[in-house]
C-alpha cells in the first residue's frame, strides 16, 4: 500500500512540474508560433537540420584549410 502512495505522489509532482513548465513556456511558445506537440517536434526538427548544415560546413572549412 505504502508504494501505491508513493507512486502516486511520484505521478502527482511529475504532473504538476510539466504543468508549471507549460504555463511558464506558454508566452514563448506564442510568440513563436507553437500551438501543438506536431510544432515542437517540427521546431527540433528545423534546429537539428541547422545543426547539422553548420556541422558539416565547419567540417568542410576545416578541410579546406587543412589542405
Do not use: C
Not at 11 to 36: K, S, V
Not at 48 to 58: D, H, T
Amino acid at each position: 500500500m505504502s508504494e501505491l502512495v508513493r507512486e502516486a505522489l511520484r505521478y502527482y509532482e511529475r504532473e504538476r512540474f510539466y504543468e508549471n513548465m507549460r504555463t511558464r513556456m506558454q508566452p514563448a511558445a506564442e510568440r513563436l508560433g507553437i500551438h501543438t506537440e506536431e510544432d515542437v517536434v517540427e521546431l527540433v526538427r528545423e534546429v537539428r537540420r541547422e545543426m547539422a548544415r553548420e556541422e558539416a560546413e565547419r567540417k568542410g572549412n576545416s578541410t579546406l584549410a587543412s589542405a
